[in-house]
């Protein structure tokens, strides 16, 4: 039986371009600055975001982390979303290694935090209150089924944090997804933020990395931070190279991803039973809750046993992820089986 895996975009293998890139990548010391293939990924990536400089990180776990690290103080308070993956997924390291309060506003159904709620959650000046230095927004917006944030509405939060001396910092993990959803180029989404960040292990295709832009003093600071961390990894050109590929040919195909979402989500619909609206599908994530007779994470571990693979969001909420390795003729033999099991509960 064929294995159709929707738990994440994580999952993708290398292509084969990228394995003969790594493969034949040309290396040198990173933490000396002297991988050239490296480099090269780096000055395209901040290139292509619109900023000075960027640093490779093993993950968007830790570009995320050091983004707090190097723009914050032990004792500030950081504003983020409630639904954020820097406060779901992360394991609290911004609190637990940056000494930082994490205090959340809501994220509504598009991943947006509302601006007036944002104005109200930054501290005034008080010998009682910590000092709020830092919000973060998401783009695309995990939790939020792949929501796509504006360059407008991304301003609008900019002008809030800079406005209070504040910085902004944008977990852009998935922000290519985002730029082709919205046809803009991904440098016209990240110009009002401070830093930002995005993962090349994804749905562009890469085995391991994130890579953090910013300004040229913020990428020094990151680039010590990085080196405290552990993230330090010497001829790192080798995982690089497959970056390189990824930027100059994975971008695009994104909206083949984006199609084959919202074939799945049109599918579900039309299934009795399955909770989901097809049009809030707007990229790579679809979330849905399955028919009511299926107890929590009964669905799940059902499909699993039907060679679909998804995750359990929590609840009887789930979440299906579209990606490269993901074909039309593969959504259709999803929905095939899940049309089956739920034939086999009535």
Same mark, same amino acid.
């Not at 900023?51 to 050091?66: D, Q, R, W």
């Not at 049109?266 to 909770?275: M, N």
């Not at 028919?291 to 571990?301: N, Y």
């Given at each position: 039986m064929e294995i159709i895996d929707l738990r994440s975009d994580t999952v993708t293998l290398p292509t084969d371009e990228m394995r003969k890139a790594m493969h034949e990548a040309e290396l040198g010391d990173d933490v000396f600055g002297e991988d050239p293939t490296t480099n090269r990924l780096e000055a395209m990536s901040a290139?292509?975001?619109?900023?000075?400089?960027?640093?490779?990180?093993?993950?968007?776990?830790?570009?995320?982390?050091?983004?707090?690290?190097?723009?914050?103080?032990?004792?500030d308070e950081i504003i983020l979303g409630s639904e954020s993956h820097m406060f779901w997924y992360e394991v609290g390291g911004a609190a637990a290694l940056g000494g930082v309060v994490m205090r959340t506003v809501p994220n509504d159904d598009e991943g947006r935090l509302d601006p007036r709620l944002v104005e109200q959650a930054i501290r005034g000046k008080n010998v009682h209150f910590p000092v709020t230095t830092f919000i973060a927004l998401e783009n695309t917006h995990n939790r939020c089924g792949g929501a796509v944030l504006t360059r407008e509405y991304t301003q609008q939060i900019a002008d809030i944090a800079h406005r209070n001396g504040m910085k902004l910092h944008l977990d852009g993990a998935r922000i290519f997804n985002a730029a082709v959803y919205l046809n803009v180029p991904a440098r016209e989404l990240t110009e009002p933020v401070d830093s930002v960040c995005f993962c090349i292990s994804k749905g562009l295709s890469c085995p391991i990395g994130s890579v953090l832009c910013g300004s040229s003093d913020f990428i020094a600071r990151a680039r010590k931070w990085r080196k405290m961390l552990g993230g330090g990894m010497r001829q790192v050109g080798v995982i690089a190279a497959a970056g390189i590929i990824a930027l100059e040919t994975m971008i695009d195909r994104m909206a083949e991803d984006h199609a084959n979402a919202r074939k799945l989500a049109? $599918?579900?619909?039309?299934?009795?039973? =399955?909770?989901i609206d097809p049009q809030s599908v707007k990229t790579n994530i679809v979330v849905?809750?399955?028919? $009511?007779?299926?107890?929590?994470?009964? =669905?799940?571990?059902?499909?699993?046993s039907r060679g679909v693979k998804m995750g359990n969001r929590g609840g009887r909420m789930v979440r299906a992820v579209t990606h490269r390795m993901i074909s039309a003729a593969d959504i259709d033999e999803a929905l095939k089986r899940i049309n089956q099991l739920v034939r086999e509960k009535r």
């Open positions: 290139e292509m975001l619109g900023k000075e400089a960027a640093v490779f990180t093993p993950s968007g776990t830790m570009s995320n982390l050091i983004s707090v690290l190097a723009q914050t103080r032990p004792g049109q $599918g579900l619909a039309q299934i009795t039973g =399955f909770k849905f809750e399955p028919p $009511g007779t299926m107890a929590e994470g009964e =669905f799940v571990r059902e499909m699993m």
